[in-house]
């Protein structure tokens, strides 16, 4: 379980769910809290590689240098997956699974402030060790609520990289499927707005 309060509180992303077929763990941690009218996330990412080509909303963000999260707010199964590049590129839907998800319309994703470390341009793939950052404000309005405060969601936070040289894809809250797969609600862990 997760407090989010009006301070900030910072966790890890480690668990190393497919050991045997993805070992690599890079460093990765967030830090979450909020105004009540916005979440204020921010992700720190140490890796021995860093890939960044996606350059517009929409496109294949886990592609690249990616960290994610997944929001059920109403804890309801209808969730929001958002993933974000090292570069601030976002992809943002919505849905009950894997399929079916809908994009969330432009506005939302221009109400959402990005600072990135990295600047943010698309410069490919650079293969050496990189430290960045992703500094995220999203209005409450993205995620369809007038606050956060009060709110008892559920949620997860991953880092991935399906195409750098050494794939990964590491979870806040632990994963228990065969292989690896990020939209499975069942594995979300609570998430209390105070």
């Not at 916005?38 to 963000?61: I, S, W």
């Not at 990295?118 to 060790?129: I, K, Q, T």
């Not at 430290?131 to 969601?153: D, N």
Request: net charge negative; glycine share 8%; with cysteine.
């Amino acid at each position: 379980m997760l407090e989010v309060s009006g301070e900030a509180r910072s966790e890890r992303i480690a668990c190393l769910n497919w050991p045997e077929a993805f070992p690599y763990r890079p460093e990765a941690a967030f830090s979450i809290s909020h105004t009540g009218e916005a979440l204020q996330l921010a992700f720190r990412v140490r890796e021995d590689a860093v890939r960044a080509c996606c350059a517009a909303d929409g496109e294949h963000a886990w592609e690249d240098s990616c960290v994610e999260f997944f929001f059920d707010p109403l804890g309801d199964g209808a969730y929001f997956n958002l993933e974000c590049t090292c570069t601030g590129q976002l992809y943002l839907c919505h849905g009950t699974g894997r399929h079916g998800r809908e994009m969330l319309p432009k506005w939302a994703f221009s109400a959402i402030s990005r600072q990135c470390s990295l600047g943010r341009e698309p410069f490919g793939l650079r293969e050496e060790p990189t430290e960045w950052s992703v500094a995220l404000e999203i209005p409450a309005a993205v995620f369809g609520l007038e606050t956060f405060s009060g709110l008892r969601a559920r949620g997860n936070f991953y880092k991935c990289g399906d195409r750098l040289p050494v794939p990964h894809y590491l979870s806040w809250a632990p994963i228990a499927t065969p292989r690896p797969d990020f939209h499975r609600p069942e594995y979300f862990d609570i998430i209390n707005f105070v």
